[in-house]
C-alpha cells in the first residue's frame, strides 16, 4: 500500500480517560511529535514499537504490515525491526559498552559484528569506554552508548522518546548532530518526541501536534507553533499572554487593525480575516515584550504602552514581571540584568514595545 | 547411608527439583497478567503457614500404597512412593517450594522492564532475552533460593516423619535421628548431630546474606 521506507500509522486504542485516534504517514524525514504529556505521544511510539496492542487500525513500514487489527496481524517487537530509545539508556548492566552494542547483531559473524561494532562506537566517541560497564560512565555517555546500540541494527524506522530531555545543552547538541547524520545516509523514517517547545522548533522541519490522543496541527513547526490551535498548546508553544480582544479598525492598506482590550488599551496587530466588532485571542509571548523605564522614541514597533509594574519574580535563568497596562495584565520576561540595570521593582512605572508581527492569534 | 548425608543428598535433589519446577513457575508468576494470579500465589505460600504434620497427612493419604498416585507408582515401579526416599522428596519439594518460588519469583520480577523491552526491540527473542538478560540479572536471587530451599529441606522434620517413617539408611534423615537419639537418651550423639546440623544451616545462612550483600554492593 506504501511505498518502500515509509512509515503509516492509523490506530485507535483505549488509554486511561480517552481514547487515541490517529492517522498519520512518515516518509524518509524527522517528525517531531509535540504535545504534553499525557496527551499519547509515548503511546504512539509504544503501539510502533510493539509494547502496545492497539484496539483498532493497522501499522505498516514500507509495506511491511506490523498491525492489523482487521487480520489480526500483530509482529511482536523483536521482529519489527524498529528502533526504540527513551529518556533512560536502558543499558544491560551486566554487559559492558562493547557487548551492550554488539546484543542486537547476535545473528552476524563475529568478525563483521566486530568491525560494525567498531565503527559505531567511533562514530559516537565512545570507542574507549568499550570494556567499561554502564555503571561505571556518565549519563551523557550511556545514553551515547544507547543510541549506538539501536542504530547498529540498522532499524527500518527509528522512534525516540525524549532521548535527551536528561541530558544539558552542549551534550544535547552533539548528539543530535549525530542522529540527524545517521537520518541522512540512512533515510529511515523518524519519529522524535517531544514537550520542549525549543526542541520542537529547531529539529525538524514536520512537526505533529498531538492532543489529548489526536493530532491537532501538522506541518511546519513555526507556522503550526505560530498559530496555536488551542490555549494548551499556546501555553505549550511559549505564549505566556492571552488576550481577549476586540477588532475595532482594519487598516487593509497597512496589513494591520486595531484591537482594543477592555476599551482600556489598544494594540495595533497583523491583519487577519475578520470583521470590526470580532473578538480575537491575542497571543504573545512574554520573551517578545520589551520593557523601557521612559517612554521610547524613533522606533518602529507600533505598539508602546504604558503600564506598572505589579509583581517580579526570579526565576531560573531570567526574571518574570506582571505590568499592569489599563486593565489588562501581561507577562514580560527580562533578563536578571536588564532587571538590575532598569531598577525594576514592583510599583515602577514602566513602557512596555510590542512589535506588532510578534501578535498571534489563537485559531479559531 | 548415615542419616546425616541422606539429608544433605534429600536437600540437594529436592533444591535442584525445584529448580527445574520453581523458575517456570516463578516465570509465570512474575509476568503473567492473569488476574488470579493471588490465588497461585497464595497456594505456593501454603506450606510456609500449614504445620507439616497436616502437610504430611494429606501427602500420606495421596502417595500412600491407597492413594491414586501412590498406587500410580506402584504399578510403574513396584514399591511404594511413601516409606522411600523418592516420597521424601515428593514432600520435601512441596514443602520447600515457597522457599524457592518466592525469592525465584522477585528476583525475576525485579529486573527493570525497560531492559526486557531494551532487548526486545534490538531483535531477541523471548528464550533469548531470559538467557542473556533476565537469567543473569536474576542469578543473586535463584541462588538464594536455591540455597533456602536447600537448608529447609535440611531441617525438615515432620513431614518426613508423616511420610517417611523412620527406616535408617533409607528414610531417616538427619533430624529425625537426633529425635530417636534423644528418646534413647543418647545425647552425646544426639549433641553431636544437632552441632553439624547447625554448623551446615549456619553456613548457608551466611552464604545467602552474603549474596545478597555482594549484589548491593555491586549495584553502587
Known amino acids: 500500500m506504501s511505498a518502500p521506507g515509509i512509515l503509516s500509522f492509523d490506530v485507535e486504542l483505549a488509554l486511561g ?44 513500514i514500507g509495506g511491511r504490515v506490523l498491525f492489523d487489527a482487521a487480520s489480526g496481524a500483530f509482529v ?61 560512565i556518565s549519563g551523557g555517555e550511556q545514553q551515547r552508548a544507547a543510541l549506538a546500540r539501536a542504530m547498529v541494527c540498522e532499524p527500518e524506522a527509528l522512534l525516540l522518546d525524549e532521548p535527551l530531555s536528561a541530558l544539558d545543552q552542549r551534550l544535547k547538541s552533539v548528539l543530535l548532530e549525530l542522529l540527524f547524520d545517521w537520518q541522512l545516509e540512512r533515510q529511515v523514517p523518524m519519529l522524535y518526541v517531544t514537550h520542549d517547545q525549543q526542541e520542537a522548533y529547531s529539529l525538524a522541519r514536520r512537526l505533529l501536534v498531538v492532543e489529548c490522543g489526536q493530532i491537532t496541527a501538522d506541518g511546519d513547526p513555526r507556522q503550526v507553533l505560530d498559530a496555536p490551535a488551542s490555549r494548551e498548546q499556546a501555553a505549550r508553544a511559549g505564549f505566556e499572554n492571552l488576550i481577549e480582544a476586540e477588532i475595532e479598525e482594519r487598516h487593509t492598506e497597512l496589513g494591520t487593525m486595531t484591537c482594543h482590550l477592555r476599551h482600556d488599551l489598544r494594540l495595533e496587530t497583523p491583519l487577519v480575516e475578520k470583521r470590526p466588532g470580532d473578538v480575537v485571542t491575542l497571543a504573545l509571548r512574554a520573551g517578545d515584550i520589551l520593557v523601557a523605564i521612559e517612554r521610547p522614541s524613533g522606533l518602529s514597533a507600533r505598539n508602546i504602552v504604558p503600564g506598572v509594574v505589579e509583581t517580579v ?47 498571534r492569534y489563537l485559531r479559531g | 547411608m548415615t542419616p546425616l548425608l541422606l539429608s544433605l543428598k534429600l536437600a540437594l535433589v529436592t533444591s535442584l527439583v525445584l529448580l527445574a519446577l520453581g523458575l517456570p513457575l516463578a516465570w509465570w508468576l512474575a509476568f503473567t497478567r492473569f488476574r488470579l494470579r493471588f490465588l497461585a500465589e497464595a497456594i505456593v505460600a501454603l506450606p510456609i503457614v500449614l504445620p507439616p504434620t497436616v502437610l504430611g497427612f494429606y501427602l500420606l493419604v495421596v502417595l500412600g500404597s491407597q492413594g491414586w498416585l501412590g498406587q500410580a507408582w506402584q504399578r510403574m515401579t513396584g514399591h511404594t512412593l511413601a516409606f522411600s526416599f523418592e516420597g521424601l522428596v515428593v514432600g520435601s519439594v512441596i514443602y520447600s517450594l515457597p522457599f524457592a518460588v518466592q525469592p525465584f519469583t522477585a528476583a525475576l520480577g525485579g529486573v527493570d522492564r525497560r531492559l526486557l523491552e531494551a532487548s526486545a526491540s534490538l531483535g531477541a527473542g523471548a528464550w533469548r532475552t531470559f538467557l542473556r538478560v533476565t537469567l543473569p540479572l536474576a542469578l543473586p536471587g535463584i541462588l538464594t533460593g536455591v540455597a533456602l530451599s536447600f537448608a529447609h529441606t535440611l531441617g525438615e522434620f515432620g513431614v518426613v516423619l508423616m511420610l517417611g517413617g ?42 545467602i546474606y552474603g549474596l545478597d550483600r555482594g549484589r548491593s554492593w555491586r549495584l553502587r
Open chain 1, 17 to 60: 480517560g480517552f481514547s487515541l485516534r490517529c492517522a498519520f504517514h512518515v516518509e524518509r524525514e524527522v517528525v517531531v511529535l509535540f504535545g504534553a504529556s499525557g496527551a499519547g505521544k509515548t503511546s504512539i511510539l509504544e503501539s510502533i514499537a510493539g509494547f502496545r496492542r492497539p484496539e483498532r487500525g493497522r501499522i505498516e
Open chain 1, 76 to 136: 511482536p517487537v523483536h521482529l519489527r525491526r524498529v528502533g526504540y530509545l527513551s529518556q533512560q539508556p536502558a543499558l544491560f548492566p551486566h554487559m559492558t559498552v562493547g557487548e551492550n552494542i554488539a546484543y542486537g547483531l547476535h545473528d552476524m559473524a563475529s568478525a563483521e559484528r566486530e568491525v560494525r561494532v567498531r565503527a559505531m562506537m567511533e562514530r559516537f566517541h565512545i570507542a574507549a569506554l568499550s570494556g567499561r560497564k554502564p555503571g561505571a
Open chain 1, 313 to 359: 519574580e526570579d526565576r531560573a535563568g531570567m526574571v518574570e514581571l506582571t505590568v499592569l497596562c489599563g486593565s489588562t495584565t501581561l507577562k514580560v520576561h527580562v533578563t536578571r540584568g536588564a532587571r538590575q540595570s532598569l531598577a525594576i521593582e514592583a510599583g515602577r512605572a514602566v513602557w512596555l514595545v510590542i512589535k506588532t508581527q510578534s501578535i
Open chain 2, 166 to 207: 523412620n527406616i535408617p539408611g533409607k528414610t531417616q534423615t538427619a533430624s529425625i535421628a537426633i529425635f530417636d537419639n534423644v528418646q534413647m537418651l543418647d545425647y552425646a550423639t544426639a549433641g553431636r548431630q544437632s552441632l553439624t546440623l547447625m554448623a551446615i544451616s549456619f553456613a548457608l545462612l551466611v552464604l
